[in-house]
């Protein structure tokens, strides 16, 4: 096995740093701290690099906040310093690990990432009829320090290097509701240090690292031919649903020398024609969809986002920035119609914004239906002599809404009713179950509903 040496002078240069300042500062330029550091950033790398060789560089505190959505989780931010740090390091670290990493993991790596690993989970679902999603329970929490310190230095024999990594686990550590036993545990085991930050750089290369051993013994062990990983969300795919059992089974005994396990609930054995949920997509063998959830997501933000404008808290550019980045994650699945009609719901309800936020065809689909004028339905008494075929029947005007009698169904796709639900005054007002205007489509009346009996 190929061993590396002398990696901290190629770590310490100021080349090294140089890329590591460009990196890290990318897309946060305007904030304060990374500004002040830019303002003389040579003379802070020297500086860097100085306590670096000398062994007396320390780490900062990390800025913890929570963020609820997709779900609760307790982000911890570096210094702007730190990062730089992180960046460095990983340069070394990653030529090392890259070659040895599998083709079918795609966080944290070049020329990969989700719409990559989404693709590829297409691919396979077209192949098999089944497939195995699985999940680490609370991955980045659990990491064991000892056990991925010890999988680095396999690789890695420079003390220093080493010793670097050391102190950047030692920065942040998971507390003891994260223990979980495992065999020849004994009463000392619930100090373990445990745990990586989400929010650095090097949690996600360490995942990485800790993972890879698992990848290896999916693939050359049990021979499984489809397999797909994104951080610590794994799929296998096989045609007969015993196999995927066997498979989880097997993997649950290799993750125990990694002081790791599967999800309880989140692994499970689904049929890839009913879509598989992953990456914010259900992906299906002939489509790819937008997962309800995640849309709703997007509604709410924007919504809250808007107050922001209007209290001068954020400025319409920053709006413009997040809106078409989700635009740009939503046209990776058949999602037109979708956005189509949250953009003009939004229009309708929060005013004239969309025109400068809204890129592409969306955009000017919203233009196009907002000049259109909805039919009126004429009453009975202006056309008594309307034949049954021709009398015009009120129906829900959204593009999205098949049935309107079905707007909370949830087997149903998620359209624009389900994202902007209705006040009791405009089902009223409309007379339509999602508290819509009334639009006219033709297609034969019941005598009931022309006053008249057949």
């Keep these: 096995m190929r061993t590396y040496r002398n990696l901290f002078e190629g770590l310490c240069s100021f080349e090294n740093l140089n890329a590591a300042y460009h990196v890290a500062r990318r897309g946060k330029r305007a904030r304060a701290e990374v500004a002040g550091f830019e303002l003389r950033y040579e003379e802070a790398l020297l500086a860097m690099r100085r306590d670096l060789l000398a062994g007396t560089y320390r780490f900062g505190r990390y800025r913890e906040f929570t963020v609820l959505e997709p779900k609760e989780r307790l982000v911890a931010a570096a210094p702007f310093r730190d990062r730089v740090v992180h960046h460095a390091l990983v340069n070394v670290l990653e030529p090392i690990w890259e070659p040895r990493f599998i083709h079918d993991t795609y966080a944290c790596r070049r020329e990969r990432g989700t719409h990559q690993a989404v693709l590829r989970c297409q691919e396979w679902t077209r192949r098999y009829t089944h497939v195995l999603k699985a999940d680490i329970w609370k991955f980045y929490p ?12 396999r690789r890695v024999r420079d003390p220093r290097v080493l010793a670097l990594v050391r102190e950047v686990l030692a920065t942040w550590t998971s507390g003891p509701e994260y223990y979980r036993a495992f065999a020849g545990d004994d009463l000392f085991s619930v100090l373990r240090p445990r745990g990586i930050p989400i929010g650095n750089l090097t949690s996600q290369f360490s ?114 920035a997040a809106v078409r980045g989700w635009v740009a994650h939503a046209k990776f699945a058949e999602s037109g119609r979708l956005r189509a009609a949250i953009f003009r719901r939004f229009k309708r309800r929060e005013g004239g914004w969309v025109e400068s936020v809204v890129p592409g065809a969306a955009g000017r689909r919203v233009e196009q239906q907002q000049h259109e004028q909805p039919a009126v339905c004429l009453s009975q008494q202006q056309q ?43 089902k009223e007002q409309h007379g339509s179950p999602c508290g819509r205007p009334m639009a006219q489509a033709w297609r034969p009346a019941q005598p009931s509903e022309v006053g008249y009996e057949a």
Aim: net charge positive; charged share 35%.
């Design 142 to 153: 659990t990491v064991d320090h000892e056990v991925l310190f010890a999988r680095i230095s």
């Design 207 to 320: 995942a990485n690292v800790v993972l890879s051993g698992l990848d290896d013994f999916a693939k050359r062990t049990l021979g499984v031919h489809a397999y797909v990983r994104y951080m610590d969300d794994m799929l296998l795919f096989a045609d007969d649903p015993a196999v995927l059992r066997g498979w989880k089974r097997e993997l649950e005994r290799a993750l125990e020398p990694l002081r790791l396990a599967l999800h309880p609930l989140k692994c499970q054995v689904i049929r890839t024609r009913d879509g598989v949920p992953f990456l914010g997509f259900r992906v299906l063998p002939g489509r790819r969809l937008l997962l309800r959830a995640g849309v709703r997501r997007f509604v709410r933000r924007t919504r809250r986002q808007l107050r922001q404008v209007e209290r001068g808290e954020r400025t319409r550019d920053a709006l413009r």
């Design 384 to 426: 008594p002599e309307q034949s049954q075929q021709q009398q015009r029947v009120p129906v829900c005007e959204d593009v999205t809404c098949r049935n309107p009698g079905r707007c909370g169904d949830p087997e149903r796709a998620p359209n624009v009713h389900d994202l902007f639900p209705a006040r009791e005054d405009q």
